[in-house]
């Protein structure tokens, strides 16, 4: 079973930068996807930001594209998810995401979660 911890989540003020982080208790060498998720209250768990390994490539959703930034460091089996230029609109809480099959986008093709940590921005 893979555990995944989020942490870094608080408030912070329109415009402002916040980094969340997400540690797994396996190494991310062993997943083909690793995602940053949304919830807002009222909404849909939407993806944000993943990164597939079969393709090293980062993949964003439209709103976060040059503002949010996905990173790993494998040594620590850590995510980050570095947010800039932060909007009220972005205030969620944002979960990390692993599975061993194919990226994708959709919430229901992952198997592990973390907990959440919580986002809010202020106007």
């Known amino acids: 079973q893979v555990q995944l911890v989020e942490s870094g989540g608080g408030l912070v003020q329109a415009g402002g930068s916040l980094r969340v982080s997400c540690v797994a208790s396996?190494?991310?060498?062993?997943?083909?996807?690793v995602a940053w998720f949304r919830q807002a209250p009222g909404k849909e768990r939407e993806f944000v930001a993943g990164?597939?390994?079969?393709?090293?490539?980062?993949r964003y959703t439209d709103s976060a594209e040059g503002r949010f930034t996905i990173s790993t460091d494998n040594a620590k089996n850590t995510v980050y998810l570095q947010m800039n230029s932060l909007k009220p609109e972005d205030t969620a809480v944002y979960y990390c995401?692993?599975?061993?099959?194919?990226?994708?986008?959709?919430?229901?093709?992952?198997?592990?979660w973390g907990q959440g940590t919580q986002v809010t921005v202020s106007s």
């Open positions: 396996t190494s991310f060498f062993t997943m083909n996807a």
């Open positions: 990164i597939s390994r079969s393709t090293l490539s980062a």
């Open positions: 995401a692993a599975d061993r099959a194919r990226f994708t986008t959709s919430p229901t093709n992952y198997d592990y």
